[in-house]
């Protein structure tokens, strides 16, 4: 071998050894940008944001990454009610890490398709799916984890809550989401204000309207002080919902109406 050669070998290891961290920071960095939009609602520039970080992720042919993506498409199409759509991308998030160790990452899509079959209505699947989720919780991880997805025993137990009010099970659904709460990191004020909102919805299916518009007002609050656009938006279908019901001329409903025009 010349050493022209060996210079070559060298040059083009030393290439792959800068290249591939950097892409790794690339593709990361896509995928978070994906989840501040998608909160946002700017759904399309989202989805431009998860194709980059998974094409990245492919050019790497990293099995995390790519499966986180498809994770983070997976919840971008629950928030945008297109839940078949979702299962989809979740269960191929799950296939791509087949066999490998990423507890925190598979509870993390566990978690969201227990949140799509519960928005179709398959209670038997979103319990099941949540159960195998609590037992990721369990699992050590053996590398630390690059996905930067939020998984942990609090968020379980929260999830429990965001299923039963889909599934219209609003009793059970107060008692997980108040549990919850009291487990939450509070400084996580997106999330906070987005279970406090769900318990809203629970206390309107119970015919609860003041403790609803209460509990509305509260999260309505918190989304306004961090932005959550997906919670305001939320809070804004329940005051429709309030205002076609037989309920609209309730006084507790002209106060949520008067704080929404503000």
Known sequence: MTSGSIDLAWWLDLRQLFHTPTLVLLTMSYQLQSCVLRDMMEYTQAQGAYQRAFHVAQELDDPELMSSALARKGVMLIQQERPKEAILYLHGALDTIDGQSFP?????????????????????????????????????QQMQERSLVR????????????????????????????????????????????????KAEAYYGLGEIDTCVTHAQDALTLAHAVGASKTIARVKSLHATLTQSHWRKEQSTARLSELLSL
């Open 104 to 140: 925190g990452l598979k509870g993390h899509i566990l978690q969201g398709l227990s949140e799509a079959y519960a928005k179709t209505q398959q209670m038997q699947e979103c319990w099941q799916s949540l159960g195998q989720a609590e037992e990721m919780l369990t699992q050590e």
């Open 151 to 198: 998984f942990n025993a609090a968020s379980v137990a929260a999830q429990r809550g965001i299923d039963a009010v889909l599934l219209q099970d609003y009793q059970r659904a107060i008692t997980q989401l108040e549990t919850s709460l009291t487990k939450y990191d509070p400084t996580l004020i997106r999330g906070r204000a987005r279970l406090i909102a769900q």
